[in-house]
Structure formats: structure tokens, C-alpha cells
């Protein structure tokens, strides 16, 4: 039996309605400044496909929909907060697991 390894963008495709972390990584970034490849860039994306992925996913339908959602200053600084202690708890739960390399 051989496992394939699920590319970001089939991931994406796979779950249309399934709003994951890395979506909502793009998501607070592209807020800030519209610029897809740079959200894409700073919500972890490698370099060399940003350009593509930031593309790809302003058009994901959970984007478009969270896009359509007027965000004042107020709730952009709530969202980072909330990835902000996402990240944190994904660090905890990584070294309960022995898992701090991955």
C-alpha cells in the first residue's frame, strides 16, 4: 500500500467547505493588505509557490465568502489574537506529543 503525500492546493480542493489553518493563516493576512501573495508568504506558504497559492486561494470559496464580511481595525487585531493562540497551543500540544520538530 503506498501513501501519496496530499499537496496544499488538493487539500484545499478536497475540503471546499472546511475552513482549515492554513485558510484562516491566509485569511487574517490578506485582510491586511489585499496582497495575495504576500498573505500567502506570511500564512507560511514556501516562497516559490506563494505567488500561485495566494491566487488559487482568494478565489476558495471560504475566502471569498470571510472576504465579503466587512472587518473593522478592531476585529483584524481580534483575529491576529486568535491565530496568535491557535499558534501557541499547536506549539503545547507539539511538545506533549515530542513532537517540537514538525
Not at 76 to 96: D, F, P, S, V, W
Request: glycine residues 4%; positive net charge; charged residues 30%.
Amino acid at each position: 500500500m503506498r501513501i501519496r503525500q496530499v499537496g496544499f492546493s488538493q487539500r484545499l480542493k478536497a475540503h471546499k467547505k472546511l475552513l482549515t489553518l492554513e485558510t484562516l493563516k491566509f485569511i487574517v493576512e490578506y485582510l491586511k493588505d489585499g496582497d495575495a501573495r504576500m498573505a500567502a508568504l506570511r500564512s507560511g506558504v514556501p516562497e516559490n509557490y506563494a505567488s500561485k497559492q495566494g491566487s488559487w486561494l482568494k478565489k476558495h470559496p471560504i475566502v471569498l465568502a470571510a472576504l465579503e464580511t466587512e472587518v473593522d481595525p478592531r476585529e483584524q487585531l481580534r483575529l491576529e489574537k486568535a491565530i496568535a493562540e491557535i499558534n501557541r497551543q499547536m506549539e503545547t500540544c507539539k511538545e506533549i506529543l515530542g513532537l517540537q520538530e514538525y
